[in-house]
Nanobody
Framework: VQLQASGGGLVQAGGSLTLSCVAS????????MGWFRQVLGKEREFVAA????????YHADSVKGRFAISRDNAKNTMYLQMNSLKPEDTAVYYC???????????????????WGQGTLVTVSS
């Protein structure tokens, strides 16, 4: 499957952005999905994950209550709604997919098989 992330940009602290990740070349509903982010020089960090159906989600403590992951299997698209953005949210955001027969969520980046190219989010103070 190929993943295309978009929606990043420059926003002021307290603002909102919605990231999208469009999948092609696979049966989207059979992939667990996740969002990760990375700051230059630091390790990739888990942000949020969602199960096949979207019924199960998990968010990192650093974004809980501010970010919300969702998916629309009919549109082969996953979203990350980001509210109350902070300067420390500045990073390149990557979407990822894991082909699995087990539903649920995973926070471990090595488990993901496919990665998008990343979209830059910059939050100014």
């Amino acid at each position: 499957v190929q993943l295309q992330a978009s929606g990043g940009g420059l926003v002021q602290a307290g603002g909102s952005l919605t990231l999208s990740c469009v999948a092609s070349g696979g049966i989207f509903s059979m992939y667990r999905m996740g969002w990760f982010r990375q700051v230059l020089g630091k390790e990739r960090e888990f942000v949020a994950a969602i199960s096949w159906s979207g019924s199960s989600t998990y968010h990192a403590d650093s974004v809980k209550g501010r970010f919300a992951i969702s998916r629309d299997n009919a549109k082969n698209t996953m979203y990350l709604q980001m509210n109350s953005l902070k300067p420390e949210d500045t990073a390149v955001y990557y979407c990822a997919a894991e082909r699995t027969y087990v539903d649920g969520v995973t926070t471990m980046s090595p488990q993901y098989d496919y990665w998008g190219q990343g979209t830059l989010v910059t939050v100014s103070s």
